[in-house]
């Protein structure tokens, strides 16, 4: 089972309920649409591929949490879980340091969770003091999040999807967003 913390009949809902298979299939989706979102602003193509990388490897941090919150099974606080799971980010980069992985793909990991307004995490960078590969992926892992079936709610449709991200356009660069909003109109004509 792919499961690392297994919920059971009488186990609380949690935030941070770890399925390595959804995972695996939210960082490509997140990997594949970052790509394509990078290639539609034009950047070169070894950003691109960087991008994809970053993608791939944004939540990898979330590995690391389950140190922090395993042996809280029968009693867990969600609000202290809300704590750890916004240090994914940032544990993600100290695990990558020193690896091989360029300033450009830590970075993107590092800040994917910083809002264009200033309100995100770790740091609190907003607009263009946010790396763009970052931004990139903020965009793309939203979308993915939204648009795929979570532990505690099923996906949402495109159309819902989109809704929402534009209620929140406050938290992306709004160039990135067009870009992303290109890339996923263009994909919906092909199905």
């Known amino acids: ?3 690392i913390y297994e919920k059971t009949a009488d186990t609380p809902e949690r935030i941070l309920d770890f399925d390595l298979s959804a995972e695996l299939n939210h960082g490509m ?4 649409l970052a790509y394509a979102v990078a290639k539609e602003l034009g950047l070169d193509e070894s950003q691109c591929y960087e991008l994809a990388i970053a993608g791939m490897l944004h939540d990898i941090g979330k590995l690391k949490l389950t140190g922090y919150i395993n042996g809280q099974e029968r009693d867990p606080l969600v609000i202290e879980e809300l704590k ?6 940032t544990l993600g980069y100290e695990e990558l340091k020193g690896q091989g992985y360029s300033d450009f793909v830590l970075e993107s990991i590092l800040y994917h969770h910083e809002n264009y307004d200033g309100s995100g995490y770790p740091s609190n960078k ?10 990139i992926l903020r965009v793309c892992d939203v979308f993915a999040a939204l648009s795929s079936d979570r532990p505690y709610r099923k996906a949402f449709d495109i ?16 160039e990135v967003f067009l870009a992303f909003q290109r890339v996923v109109h263009k994909s919906n004509r092909k199905l």
């Not at 750890?84 to 980010?89: A, F, I, N, T």
């Not at 907003?126 to 931004?135: F, L, Y």
């Open 29 to 32: 989706r997140v990997s594949n």
């Open 84 to 89: 750890y799971v916004r240090m994914h980010s």
């Open 126 to 135: 907003a607009g263009e003091d946010i790396p763009i590969g970052a931004r």
């Open 159 to 174: 159309d819902t999807v989109m809704e929402l991200m534009i209620e929140e356009v406050k938290n992306f660069d709004m």
């Open 1 to 3: 089972m792919d499961r």
